[in-house]
């Protein structure tokens, strides 16, 4: 979560904008015109729209150097690309494209329609020059350029049912399952969106055509290519990666290959040097400032605040609100701050949701703060009727809430466990917590030939190990390494 919480707004879709047909319109990749799901000008819409949801659900890194060094190398790269060119359509080649880091440590990059591409942090600290940060954006803009959203749209009916869909959904009580429920509708299509092998091989090269252009060698990516399938092997990520959405790297480096035969080799001054002094003190891994779960209860430093788990849940932390949901998906709870001031604003913006059945409710204190409980049946978009219970606790000047839910007869197994969580809401104190700090990237240049285990940090900071750090470098641990090279290491605080 991050520690400036907003209540999460209602994204209502453009409707009106949505009119399924089909549209014939300019490929600017190509010059074709082509059968596509969207105009344009809805394209920029859509990707307007889905560009908050991304932004709500994985948080945008701020840091202006970073930001400002990813934006700079994307509009290089873009002023090649067909989206600038003489002779293309006024409107796209005025479309500002929008280029942002997310704040995950999930290695992934993505273009929205419309022109918003992004690359999230782990990403960043995974690539290892100009070169490969310039191939991969030229990719995304290779989707972007082909219009590669649109022509799915056009082939997989992925469109207006699915996104009337999503605004139906999200009309609802604002219960936080449902915001899960609603990653079934646009934003999560959109990024998880899988192209066609044929439209990943027309990005590729694209991407490959546009970063050559810009003096960047699109050779440097294989290195990257080559690591991506040695953190294949290692645990899941959590979420679908670079590595879910795109074809297998192997087959990506043959292709390169074949792309780049032939083109000379560009002097490459500097490009490994500027890009790791662009990404020195990026955070790696999780950032606890924005939560963590350790023994079995979520903390929060920046807002001071403790919750337990509930044993067997899972926990999603969003920056918006943190999810725990059952093993058995037969139970949800959600927790995240209201908009209103005040408890009692807050409780009463609550109650006044029509469909909303209440069965009890009663003022409290729980360990010296003012608090709320309530039980209601809820009636969801479906028709289906949950049992909800919705607690509100006021804090240091925030009004927090949880609401649980389960199935009415589940309600009594699920009782407690909603309760225990909700009334163990309170203060953090212990400064071990409160000063917790994230991993950072730091640099080290190497000043002898030594193998790359010779350069791991001997206290490693938890959860990362050896293999990790070489992988981060992309080298192999017992590689030799000589003079000139700077690494990238972690280092905590
Ligand atoms: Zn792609």
Not at 94 to 105: A, C, E, N, R
Not at 117 to 128: D, E, F, K
Not at 258 to 264: D, H, I, R, S, V
Not at 306 to 331: H, S, Y
Request: proline content about 6%; overall charge positive; hydrophobic content about 40%.
């Amino acid at each position: 979560m991050n520690s400036k919480l907003m209540f999460k707004t209602l994204s209502l879709l453009l409707s009106a904008v949505l009119v399924w047909g089909c549209v014939a319109d300019i490929v600017p990749a190509t010059g074709d015109r082509r059968y596509l799901g969207f105009t344009w000008q809805q394209e920029t819409e859509i990707g307007k729209q889905a560009s908050k949801e991304v932004e709500a659900l994985f948080g945008i890194y701020r840091d202006p150097k970073v930001e400002r060094y990813v934006t700079e190398v994307g509009n290089r790269v873009l002023a090649t690309s067909h989206l600038r060119r003489p002779g293309i359509d006024e409107q796209i080649r005025k479309t500002p494209i929008t280029f942002g880091v997310l704040d995950s440590p999930i290695i992934n990059a993505m273009a929205l329609p419309g022109g918003y591409i992004y690359v999230t942090r782990g990403m960043l600290a995974h690539l290892n020059n100009e070169d490969q940060l310039a191939t991969v954006l030229a990719h995304e803009i290779g989707h972007v350029a082909a219009r590669h959203a649109a022509r799915q749209a056009w082939q997989q009916q992925l469109g207006q049912g699915l996104l009337l869909g999503g605004a139906i959904l999200s009309q609802g009580l604002g219960l936080p399952a449902q915001d899960i429920l609603n990653l079934g509708n646009m934003a999560a299509q959109l990024i998880f969106l899988r192209y066609s092998r044929e439209d990943e091989l027309e990005a590729d090269k694209l991407g490959v055509e546009y970063s050559s252009a810009a003096g960047y060698d699109p050779r440097e990516v294989i290195p990257f290519f080559q690591t991506l399938g040695r953190i294949q092997e290692k645990e899941g990520q959590g979420m679908p990666s670079f590595l879910a959405t795109h074809p297998n790297p192997g087959d990506r480096i043959q292709r390169i290959r074949e792309l780049t035969a032939g083109q000379p080799r560009h002097e490459r001054p500097l490009a490994d040097s500027r890009y790791l002094n662009a990404i020195e003190g990026l955070v790696l891994g999780e950032d606890p400032r924005q939560g963590f779960v350790e023994g079995n209860v979520f903390y929060h430093p920046d807002l001071r605040l403790r919750f337990p788990v509930p044993r067997g849940f899972k926990v999603i932390n969003q920056p918006t609100q943190v999810v725990m949901v059952e093993g058995q998906n037969r139970a949800v709870l959600g927790f995240a701050s209201a908009r209103e001031k005040s408890l009692e604003a807050a409780v009463a913006r609550f109650l006044k949701q029509p469909g909303l059945r209440v069965i009890e409710r009663e003022s409290m204190r729980s360990k010296g703060l003012p608090a709320f409980v309530t039980v209601a049946d809820a009636q969801m978009q479906s028709g289906q009727v949950v049992r909800i219970m919705a607690y509100f606790v006021e804090y240091r000047g925030t009004v927090y809430h949880f609401v649980g839910y389960t199935a009415p007869q589940t309600f009594n197994v699920f009782r407690n466990v909603f309760l225990q969580t909700m009334q163990g809401f309170g203060e953090v104190q212990d400064p071990r917590i409160l000063n917790r700090q994230p991993i950072r990237i730091a640099l080290e240049s190497v000043t002898r030939k030594a193998p790359f285990r010779d350069w791991i940090p001997r206290n490693l900071p938890a959860p990362l190990t050896p293999e990790d750090v070489a992988i981060l470098n992309q080298v192999e641990i017992n590689q030799e390494i000589g003079p000139g090279r700077i690494l990238k290491v972690p280092a905590a605080r």
